[in-house]
């Protein structure tokens, strides 16, 4: 079965400095993962995918991750924090059956970024 | 946003209650998931419709329950409520040619 691990409950950063949120993944098969973010509220918004390819995947709002196969892990970057980009995280990987997928999530990572 | 809408955007019910939440789907999209979001946990998978038949579901007892209509919108039905099924609902959409799905603002179910 998939799986995803996000190995931090929270991350803080200041504002202006890079920021990383770690994601570790489980599969058989080629990987299909994703990056979703939560703000309060809100339902989850999509930020990015990779499925193949270019290791460096870059998506919505300035973010981008960085898929590395060696080490199982698809880490979401930022090279300069925002206040508004402090919501909660979550990794993904899709699994899949005969005519149907899901989407399963990491416990995610709250961001917060400070002033 | 997405064009992902849900109804209520609470609701309170007492254990024991049934409740039924409402998704419309985003245009063009003819596949529905429902997921289950508790406190301080992420999203975890309850059932999928696809063209108005369940073609996967989760660890989650019969008592969840769907429907899916033509028009590709989706009812997620909750019988004999308990309190742990207290947590955010989430509708979410795709199609045969998205591998993204795309979700809903939520409905916050609360039961006493």
């Known amino acids: 079965a998939q799986s995803v691990a996000q190995p931090e409950d929270q991350v803080n950063v200041a504002e202006g400095n890079p920021l990383t949120v770690k994601c570790t993944y489980s599969v058989s098969g080629n990987p299909y993962l994703f990056w979703y973010v939560q703000y309060p509220n809100r339902g989850l918004q999509f930020l990015l995918k990779y499925i193949t390819g270019d290791n460096l995947v870059k998506g919505s709002y300035g973010f981008e991750a960085e898929f590395n196969k060696s080490q199982t892990s698809f880490h979401l970057k930022k090279p300069s924090a925002l206040v508004s980009d402090s919501a909660l995280y979550f990794c993904a990987v899709r699994e899949d059956w005969a005519g149907g997928f899901k989407t399963i999530f990491g416990a995610g990572t709250r961001l917060f970024v400070k002033a | 946003e997405t064009g992902v809408t849900q109804s209520p955007t609470h609701l309170i019910k007492t254990r024991g209650q049934q409740v039924t939440l409402r998704c419309s789907s985003q245009s063009g999209h003819n596949t529905v998931s429902w997921y289950q979001q508790a406190l301080g946990q992420g999203p975890q998978f309850i059932f999928q419709?696809?063209?108005?038949?369940?073609?996967g579901r989760g660890n989650f007892p019969p008592r969840f329950s769907g429907l899916q209509f033509p028009n590709y919108s989706s009812e997620l039905n909750v019988n004999a409520l308990e309190l742990d099924d207290s947590a955010l609902y989430l509708c979410?959409?795709?199609?045969?040619?998205?591998?993204?799905?795309?979700f809903g603002p939520g409905t916050r179910l609360t039961v006493l």
């Open positions: 419709y696809y063209r108005e038949e369940e073609n």
């Open positions: 979410a959409s795709s199609s045969d040619r998205t591998d993204t799905q795309y």
